[in-house]
């Protein structure tokens, strides 16, 4: 019988919850209730909890207040779409009981009260909370768990008992969630949960899963990703110097008595002294790099081996005073990131001076951690985020606690039209807050809608859906279904055009050539006379088009 658990055991729970879940993380993707292609539940949340592993492979602590920070702070750093940010909430929670724990072993009901903060913790994260997602099997979960804990001396029994709880929760998600019940599955969330939790047990049962876990940096899909290099100094870390002055030079005409473990120890000699060590070569020529505060110590060293040739001490404490002064003039005051997918609609952003854009968008949601490095990079007090996903914003949210020396207003773009036309709506000569008013005020004089393919057979928003089918949605649901990607196109913009509108935009994305997309934008203008209708190439992957009313 097994009453408590240490932290090498927790540790073991997390570690093996992150593989159960990237062992069934396609079964997870597969439960999206919209038939479209960005099913992507299951890697958010695995892409999140691997990053809290990677964090903890990086600690050499096995105390609960280290690992638990790791873990936090790890889930926190690679929270990606709104199931990776919640759940990365949920691990923050528990984490905030267990690492004040006074003892070296947790109990259940401590263990019952760290569950209940996560619950806590998950929820004020969520503007809007929704019964029959995630939040509901957690919170279940955790209430038995308080009310229960108590009952069970054996911490696999605890377990157990909860996974039961929680599995009565999930069957109830459909419920809850009319969507669910229509689509015939459970909160794909709640499944990735439950996941995790099945893993915390076999941890402690010893049960195998076999799985090769992908790492955060092979399996991002790129997502965060910047497009282009337009990086600046504004890249540096230009933080507090350790050692002062670069120091470089060559070793020729080395002593006869030289050997190469001389060598060896020369860079031995010269990592006690410094960092950014360099030091190749043979008996012929040595090159040696080091930062170092002593730059006399490295010379002394190397003329134990042979002639000083070409030295070359530089202080990187005024360079690096230079370009903080640099920065600091150059610095504005506002600035903008935004995110999108397709070098197209990346260049239509950049024509419209967004300092920077990051990829990221449905299948690949850029995480909080890739948010906030971005908003780091722009050389501006204020940094107005763009998330043009309605699965980004939160980890957009989650940003703001990841920034120094920056303010980041998220504004909340559902697409990437709403995006274009908060961007054009901002002015430098304007305060801050009434550039995030007009952005607000922008998005209500857009309406849009996407183009994309089904990828299974089903029934929802009153359409027969078979695996295959051209189908037209807005943010909310499916309005236009058929065989051919132009009927589509032109059903949708006919359920979205209202008499105000004056100006239809398409934006075509990968696998629709030029030529066709001409072509439609003829049959547009045919079919809605009153309006200006413009084409351009987006290049994003996902949807054929991306239709924008205006």
């Not at 873990?71 to 009981?97: D, H, T």
């Not at 490295?298 to 030295?311: K, S, V």
């Not at 949210?397 to 036309?421: D, M, S, Y």
């Not at 859906?465 to 589509?488: C, Q």
């Amino acid at each position: 019988m097994q009453k408590t658990i240490n932290c090498a055991e927790f540790r073991k729970m997390v570690l093996v919850g992150a593989k159960m879940l990237e062992n069934n993380r396609a079964k997870v993707d597969a439960l999206n209730v919209f038939p479209v292609p960005d099913g992507d539940t299951g890697t958010n949340m695995s892409l999140t909890i691997q990053s809290a592993v990677k964090e903890l492979q990086g600690c050499a602590s096995n105390n609960f207040m280290d690992v638990c920070d790791c873990v936090s702070k790890g889930a926190l750093r690679g929270a990606r779409g709104n199931s990776g940010v919640i759940l990365s909430q949920i691990f923050r929670g528990i984490c905030s009981v267990l690492r004040e724990s006074s003892k070296p072993d947790i109990d259940t009901k401590t263990f019952a009260k760290a569950m209940e903060a996560g619950t806590k913790v998950a929820y004020n994260a969520v503007a809007i909370p929704k019964e029959g997602t995630i939040l509901t099997v957690v919170r279940m979960m955790s209430e038995y768990a308080v009310k229960n804990a108590g009952k069970f001396k054996d911490y696999i029994a605890f377990l157990n008992a909860v996974i039961e709880e929680g599995d009565r929760a999930l069957a109830k998600t459909p419920e809850l969630l009319p969507v669910l019940k229509k689509a015939g599955v459970v909160d794909s969330g709640g499944v990735g949960l439950m996941t995790i939790i099945r893993g915390f047990l076999a941890a402690l049962t010893g049960e195998e899963v076999v799985s090769e876990i992908q790492t955060e940096a092979t399996s991002q899909n790129n997502a965060g990703d910047e497009f282009g290099d337009n990086s600046d100094i504004i890249n540096m870390d230009l933080g507090e110097i350790q050692f002062a002055y670069c120091t470089e030079f060559f070793v020729i005409n080395l002593k006869k008595s030289t050997t190469l473990a001389d060598i060896d120890k020369l860079r031995e000699h010269l990592m006690g002294i410094g960092d950014s060590v360099i030091c190749i070569g043979d008996l012929e020529m040595i090159k040696v790099h080091v930062h170092t505060n002593s730059p006399g110590v490295a010379l002394t060293y190397a003329l134990e081996l042979g002639e000083l040739d070409r030295p070359k001490i530089e202080n990187m404490l005024e360079q690096n005073r230079a370009l903080k002064a640099k920065i600091e003039a150059e610095k504005k005051e506002q600035g903008m990131l935004a995110i999108c997918a397709g070098t197209g609609l990346a260049d239509i952003f950049k024509d419209l001076f967004v300092d920077r854009i990051i990829e990221g968008g449905q299948t690949m949601n850029p995480s909080a951690s890739d948010i906030a490095n971005a908003v780091q990079k722009i050389n501006a007090e204020n940094v107005f985020v763009f998330p043009n996903n309605k699965n980004i914003t939160l980890a957009a949210e989650q940003a703001k606690a990841l920034v120094e020396n920056r303010t980041i207003h998220v504004i909340p773009t559902k697409n990437v039209p709403q995006g274009f036309a908060a961007a054009l709506s901002f002015s430098p000569d304007e305060s801050v807050e009434e550039n995030k008013i007009n952005m607000l005020h922008a998005l209500d004089n857009v309406k849009a809608g996407q183009v994309t393919h089904a990828v299974r057979t089903t029934n929802v928003n009153g359409f027969n859906i078979k695996e295959g089918d051209i189908i037209g949605l807005d943010d909310k649901k499916i309005l236009a279904k058929s065989k051919s990607i132009d009927e589509t196109v032109l059903s949708l913009l006919d359920r979205l055009k209202e008499d105000h509108h004056e100006v239809i935009t398409l934006y075509y994305g990968e696998g629709v050539t030029e030529e066709d997309a001409q072509a439609l934008t003829a049959k547009v203008g045919e079919a809605f006379p009153d309006c200006d209708v413009d084409v351009h190439c987006g290049g994003q992957p996902v949807y054929y088009y991306l239709l924008s009313l205006e």
